[in-house]
């Protein structure tokens, strides 16, 4: 094969795979810049993975099933969010069990639908005149999903509401300070909730991705750790939006090239590689931190009581 | 809605206690397993099982009749081994999840032993609790050292290892290890007979690997009340800044406890693979989510290492149950992850409930609400030992 072929190949593939990643680490972003961790990603992404699924195949439009995805994946979250910030219980163990709970119940209500495909699922797209680009064209622009210019659209907009909106200054500040933002009178549990519901949603709609178009089917292994690795996603990009949709595609590149080996090594050892790539990434980043001052949300993971120091 | 809630706050004041009372953690804990009880009893019902019968058959085939009782308690073995190491790991903030990982780490280690080496015959069990025990270990310290070392976020890493030790076993028995006679499903050649555990009569009761269990929890109570470790590893829990103060090395114990822990999984997975299977099989089978299983029942123990005996078996309880719904109620099997994950959720939900309590303020009080509201003490420091608690306040640091 030739090498700008290769390379062609690679990068389209690439941005297939890192979609799903770059909804989830998008919508953990936020929901961790309010100062609430999220441990439920993986949940949440097969919940929408199978609502999402059942909704389209029941309905026969993936559209009702993609806005079911990411009702599911807000609903989980919910549960996440009034159990972290209502009732101030453990953030960490609050995101667990609503990872294993999702795995669970998503495995119990996709029962029936396991081995199906689905009919008629997300088309892909080639995007008219700039299709026609030489390498670029190929390379970004034909047979890729609606959800996945979505996703990055999603991220620039995530990133100018964070850095550039009021809103996004109340967010960001609830994540750092949330003593200063109830003395300056405004509320920080709405905030937060806002914050949970929106990460909820884009990581439903990041498992919707995986059951309606990049594999059109369900199974019980399909979210397979991508939540976990979205998270590892958001740490690596350091909490900001624009940095995600970098992160993302180098992810998915790696990802990518490393199933091009597959004639070198056997299959178990591939799959295995994007979960030693995400160990290595967060080592990288632990590194980087050491010599940046680039740094988590002050208050993620406390919850806020006033009077609390 | 939120407004409502802050509006009925005002007539009442959160106390925190500095030490919640024993009666009162195991009334919340009941309470929360209740109504997980009373979800299974809807799931029922949903699903045309006539709730009562059900419940019958499940405890008569989990704990009355002999055969049963022993599934439930095999079932409890590792989930005592891994639900030891997981409580002291959470009791110094080392958020290991990856005990699944580790569990795979020691039946790969005792399958070594097993399959290929020359030792005599009486020395090769012992051979593969050792072996199975570093090879845990070993997989639980790279994540601790680069946690402690270089304060990457330990609850990715562990849970990355989980799916590299899970594509490991597979890579094992599909290629190097796989068995002669292997065609459709893959596993390794069976073990000799020298190195496979005894087990009760005609059950699957390993009870060597479960005998293992019973003495390091109390190695561990013992540990935690008595020693200078033990004492070390309290005052890192409640408060990293204290230990600091204290001349504790935070890294060193972190290191120790997370090796101790995962080496606990490991002696979990040689059980399973030489109690059980009898060799190295699909993963998904060799553990069936024990690794995960195990956090609840740490966090069910709330920080007390004897704890963790009847936590255990309530999980123990809840697999063999799973196993019953399955086979003699014909529903899903996923129902005990189910549970399972509610279960967890219901236990960190009430765990506020143990920290403090709503008091009615006073009429003079009240008027000069909200400004006054609850001006307290971190309830971090109320937390007597229970991790979930204390951690609330101070996430696992270094996110990343």
Redesign the interface.
């Known amino acids: 094969m030739d090498i700008d072929v290769l390379v062609v190949a690679t990068i389209a593939r690439a941005l297939a795979f890192a979609t799903p990643l770059l909804w989830a680490a998008l919508g953990e972003v936020i929901a961790e810049r309010s100062g609430v961790?999220n441990?439920g990603v993986e949940?949440m992404m097969a919940l929408g993975a199978v609502t999402g699924f059942a909704v389209a195949f029941t309905t026969g439009d993936v559209w009702w099933g993609l806005a079911a995805a990411g009702l599911a994946g807000m609903l989980g979250s919910l549960?996440h969010a009034f159990?972290a910030i209502?009732?101030?219980?453990?953030?960490?163990?609050?995101g667990?069990?609503?990872?294993?709970?999702?795995?669970?119940?998503s495995?119990?209500i996709g029962?029936a639908w396991v081995g199906r495909p689905l009919p008629d699922p997300m088309r892909t797209i080639d995007v008219p005149w700039l299709r026609e680009l030489p390498l670029l064209g190929p390379m970004l622009f034909q047979g890729q999903y609606v959800l996945t210019y979505a996703a990055l659209l999603a991220a620039v907009v995530a990133w100018a509401m964070l850095f550039h909106t009021r809103g996004g200054l109340v967010l960001r500040s609830v994540g750092e300070n949330p003593t200063a933002v109830d003395a300056a009178g405004l509320?920080v549990?709405?905030v937060r909730?806002a914050a949970v519901l929106i990460g909820g949603l884009l990581a439903g709609i990041g498992g919707g991705y995986l059951s309606l178009a990049y594999r059109p089917s369900w199974g019980e292994g399909m979210v397979?750790?991508l939540g976990?690795?979205a998270?590892?996603l958001a740490?690596?990009a350091?909490w900001h939006p624009l940095r995600v949709i970098v992160a993302g595609l180098l992810f998915g590149a790696c990802f990518t090239l490393a199933f091009r080996l597959q004639t070198v090594f056997?299959p178990?050892?591939l799959?295995?590689l994007p979960?030693?790539f995400?160990?290595l990434a967060?080592?990288f980043?632990?590194?980087r931190?050491?010599r940046l001052a680039f740094?988590?949300p002050e208050a993620?993971?406390?919850?806020y009581?006033?009077?609390?120091? | 809605m939120?407004g409502a809630?802050r509006r009925r706050r005002a007539a009442r004041r959160?106390e925190p206690r500095a030490d919640a009372p024993a009666w009162r953690v195991m009334l919340v804990t009941i309470a929360a397993v209740a109504v997980a009880a009373l979800v299974v009893t809807w799931v029922f019902v949903a699903y045309g099982v006539a709730p009562g019968e059900a419940w019958a058959t499940i405890v008569r085939r989990t704990l009355l009749e002999p055969r049963g009782l022993s599934e439930t308690v095999r079932k409890a073995i590792p989930l005592l081994l891994a639900g030891i190491g997981l409580l002291l790991a959470f009791r110094a903030r080392f958020?290991n999840?990856g005990a699944e990982g580790q569990i795979l780490a020691g039946a790969i280690g005792a399958t070594a032993v097993a399959l290929f080496t020359e030792l005599p015959g009486p020395l090769v069990v012992p051979a593969m609790f050792l072996a199975g025990m570093l090879a845990g270990a070993a997989w639980g310290a790279v994540p601790a050292l680069?946690k402690a070392r270089?304060?990457?976020?330990e609850?990715?890493?562990t849970?990355?290892?989980n799916?590299?030790a899970l594509?490991?076993v597979?890579?094992l028995i599909?290629?190097p290890w796989k068995a002669r006679s292997a065609t459709g499903f893959s596993y390794s050649e069976r073990f000799p007979a020298e190195a496979v555990l005894p087990t009760l009569g005609a059950t699957r009761l390993h009870w060597p690997t479960l005998a293992i269990a019973l003495v390091l929890v109390a190695v561990v109570a013992l540990l935690l009340a008595r020693s200078r470790f033990g004492f070390e590893v309290e005052v890192l829990g409640r408060s990293p800044e204290a230990a600091r103060y204290a001349g504790i090395d935070a890294g060193r114990v972190t290191l120790l406890l997370a090796a101790l822990a995962a080496g606990a999984a490991g002696l979990a997975g040689v059980g399973e693979v030489a109690g059980i299977h009898r060799r190295l099989v699909e993963p998904t089978q060799l553990s069936l989510g024990y690794g995960?299983a195990a956090?609840l029942v740490a966090?069910l123990a709330r920080g007390k290492a004897l704890a963790v005996v009847p936590a255990a078996l309530f999980l123990g309880f809840v697999f063999a149950a799973g196993d019953v719904m399955r086979v003699s109620l014909r529903l899903?099997s996923?129902?005990p992850?189910?549970?399972?994950?509610?279960v967890?959720?219901l236990v960190?939900?009430?765990?506020?409930l143990t920290r403090g309590r709503w008091v009615r303020r006073d009429p003079a009080e009240a008027a000069t609400a909200?400004a006054a509201?609850?001006?307290?003490a971190?309830?971090a420091a109320a937390t007597a030992g229970a991790p979930?608690?204390g951690?609330?306040?101070?996430?696992?640091d270094?996110?990343?």
Do not use: C, K
Not at chain 1, 300 to 303: D, E, I
Not at chain 1, 305 to 309: A, F, I, Y
């Open positions: 961790v441990l949940g549960l159990v209502t009732l101030r219980a453990d953030a960490y163990v609050s667990l069990s609503l990872t294993m709970l999702g795995l669970g119940l495995a119990l029962r509320h549990r709405p909730y397979n750790g976990w690795i998270l590892a740490i690596f350091m056997p178990e050892l799959t295995m979960y030693v995400t160990v967060l080592v980043t632990a590194w931190r050491g740094g988590a993620l993971g406390r919850a009581l006033r009077g609390e120091r | 939120i809630l959160w958020w999840i680069l270089m304060g990457v976020n609850i990715i890493t849970l990355m290892f799916y590299i594509y490991l597979r890579w599909n290629g995960y956090i966090l899903p996923q129902l992850d189910v549970v399972t994950g509610l967890l959720l960190v939900a009430s765990e506020p909200p509201e609850a001006p307290v971190p309830p979930a608690g951690a609330a306040h101070a996430s696992p270094g996110e990343g």
